[in-house]
């Protein structure tokens, strides 16, 4: 294929920017991440999601390797089959270890990357320097993608779009001169697209775009001015169609296997009907638009519209019908020219497997569901404005013009800077969200579980509280909140949530084994025994009940049950030393103390730093006679804890002659 000669190159009009160092830019461009992003080097991972994708296997755990490798490859994660983004993690805890800033950074760099791609790729592309420059810059800078880059678990959007931009690239030296091995090679990036995240299932689709603008293979169409690209042969409509059908294939097989990896996720989403999703996703269209032309009060949850648990309080019908129509009316627009054409439908498309009308999940939009689309808007007002500057090539009017996008950039960079602030931690990120969106009961609970896990209880419980008003039928909130108030000894109300739990959930175990030590600590010993076993009843295994329900029999005097569950509780998989300690004195309790000194020793075996197990088996060997044994056990118990006051007192007596003892001359 022959491409544009020097005439074009000649003719192209200087709003196109056919002058500048291509290196100067791609410098500015990275600088510009930078400038955002570099913070994020001093960040902590956020407590929802990201825990589970940096370590939430031994795999991840391990770093990098082959067992690894077939691990990512042999089986869905999270509800994602993405091995390419799980080798990423891999290769990062290989390189950092716990060093998580350093994880944030990785992400940092491949959006730097993408972002230079995407300007060497759309000025390959269209010729275009300055526009495919603005794009790019716009892009790097732009508030909507900060989720996705200071979001580690986000890590599959930007290296699933680092393989999307070097598709295009691939497809585009394959549409101007052909070849079966360029061909293979654009399939190939395709598939580690779909392999980092399946968001690339659209890409085929886009293909055909670029086919049409600016590549030109679809002759039809409207002429844009002032548009001296590279040309490609044209190609009839069926030729181009036929051409993507096994690139279409991989996309509808990455579909089929994510839709049965997010069976679950849907299925908890098919009570929002088709025509609430359909209403939530005309509006959720001009939401987006609004938030890439002005991206204020971003959050990272926004709760569906149509999902009152989730905060969603319905959309009115004006909404909707003033949505609509304006989507019409853009597109409408878009067939002036076929950069806006291509704009315009690269925004629609790309959205169409994220906007909801396959609900996972229940949130209206996401930030980072932008990452790829927001190009497309780019792209079409990008140019738009170029055309503009081309018709009128006054030297002023260029100044102003670039006065403008000079200062929109910057403006962009400085809002991404501060939204990139709010995720340094779960707290400060959470606390954003629920100062934006109040009634957000999914956020405030994660909140409340974050200042529950520091100790601020009362904080915790305010916020267990909110998101109670907004999701009564929550389980797992009733159940935090009953135990917060438990922990500083709200007893009663504790006692009033859990049975409040159980009128919604009877066969709830956690709540049944919690009540019972809510009651035990009233000095309710009946009710609880009674609440215990029940939870034991419901699930064999919970070893919690056991304890609880044998510390329970203690305070009753029955030490033979006491040390049965106690015994139950090991084997249903409690690694508790106090448990082993507390099963050793129901043994003696009960008489048994040579079953005793076995479970004595046993534990100090496994446990040779439990200071008490020392010193209990140390009493039961001195009861035996066996004082030196006895002293060698004191001994162990203040090493493992040198303040251990029991320890110390029964050390001196082992040392000290009894009074039936005689002294004899040497």
């Known amino acids: 294929m022959q491409t544009t000669g020097s005439k074009d190159a000649a003719s192209r009009p200087s709003g196109y920017g056919s ?50 490798i077939r691990w990512a490859f042999s089986a869905p994660f999270a509800s994602n089959y993405f091995p390419l983004t799980l080798m990423s993690h891999m290769l990062d805890r290989s390189l950092f270890g716990a060093d998580y800033g350093a994880h944030h950074l990785s992400s940092v760099v491949i959006h730097m990357l993408n972002s230079v791609l995407l300007f060497v790729v759309l000025t390959s592309l269209t010729g275009a320097r300055t526009p495919s420059a603005v794009v790019a810059a716009l892009f790097a800078v732009h508030p909507l993608n900060v989720e996705s880059v200071a979001w580690i678990a986000e890590r599959k959007n930007v290296l699933s779009t680092t393989f999307w931009i070097l598709s295009m690239a691939s497809y585009a030296a394959y549409a101007r001169r052909g070849g079966v091995l360029r061909y293979l090679g654009t399939a190939l990036l395709l598939a580690a697209g779909l392999l980092s995240k399946p968001m690339l299932v659209t890409l085929p689709l886009v293909f055909m775009l670029l086919d049409y603008w600016p590549l030109r293979r679809i002759p039809w169409g409207p002429t844009d001015p002032h548009q001296a690209t590279p040309s490609c042969a044209p190609r009839s409509f069926g030729f181009l169609v036929l051409e993507k059908l096994p690139l279409l294939a991989l996309s509808l097989a990455s579909s089929w296997m994510t839709l049965q990896v997010q069976r679950s ?32 009060e971003l959050t990272m949850h926004y709760p569906h519209p149509y999902a009152p648990a989730a905060g969603g309080t319905g959309l009115e019908l004006w909404q909707v019908v003033a949505s609509a129509a304006l989507l019409i009316v853009l597109s409408l627009v878009a067939t002036r020219r076929r950069y806006l054409t291509v704009g315009w439908l690269w925004f629609v498309g790309t959205l169409v497997p994220t906007i909801g009308i396959v609900q996972v999940g229940n949130q209206a939009l996401a930030d980072r569901y932008a990452y790829v689309p927001a190009i497309g808007v780019f792209i079409a007002i990008v140019w738009a404005c170029a055309e503009g500057v081309a018709r009128n090539r006054a030297a002023k009017t260029i100044a102003v013009v670039g006065g403008v996008v000079a200062s929109a950039l910057l403006a962009l960079g400085v809002a991404s800077h501060q939204q990139a602030h709010y995720w340094q931690d779960t707290v400060t990120l959470f606390e954003r969200v629920v100062d934006l969106i109040p009634r957000n009961p999914k956020i405030r609970y994660n909140l409340a579980n974050e200042y529950r896990a520091r100790g601020e209880l009362e904080t915790a419980i305010g916020h267990y509280q909110f998101a109670l008003e907004t999701d009564p039928e929550a389980h797992n909130l009733r159940i935090n909140l009953a135990n917060s108030l438990k922990s500083v000894g709200r007893l009663d109300e504790a006692v009033e949530m859990y049975e409040s739990v159980l009128a919604r959930e009877p066969r709830s175990a956690v709540a049944y084994n919690n009540l019972g030590a809510t009651l035990l600590s009233q000095g309710k010993v009946d009710e609880a025994i009674t609440s215990l076993r029940t939870a034991i009843a419901i699930e064999p295994m919970r070893n919690s009940a056991h304890i609880n329900l044998a510390d329970a029999l203690s305070q009753k005097g029955d030490t033979e049950g006491a040390a049965r569950h106690y015994m139950n509780a090991i084997q249903a998989g409690s690694t508790r030393t106090s448990t082993w300690r507390k099963l050793g004195a129901a043994l003696v309790a009960d008489g048994r103390p040579d079953d005793a000194l076995l479970v004595y020793r046993q534990t100090v075996v496994m446990h040779p730093d439990d200071a008490e197990a020392h010193n209990a088996l140390g009493e039961l060997l001195l009861d035996r006679g066996e004082s030196e044994s006895a002293l060698e056990a004191f001994r162990e118990a203040l090493r493992a804890d040198p303040q251990l006051d029991p320890a110390r007192t029964n050390l001196e007596r082992a040392q000290t002659p009894s009074a039936g003892d005689v002294n004899l001359p040497e």
Do not use: C
């Not at 510009?32 to 370590?55: N, P």
């Open 19 to 68: 002058r500048g160092p291509s290196f100067a830019i791609a410098l500015a461009l990275v600088l510009a991440v930078a400038a955002v992003y570099l913070q994020t080097a001093e960040f902590d991972l956020i407590r929802f999601d990201d825990r589970h994708y940096v370590s939430g296997s031994d795999h991840l755990n391990h770093g990098l390797s082959a067992e690894g």
């Open 265 to 296: 996720t849907v299925r908890a989403s098919e009570a929002i009907e088709w025509w609430q999703r359909g209403a939530n996703a005309s509006v959720a269209y001009v939401r987006y638009l609004g938030k890439l032309v002005w991206p204020s």
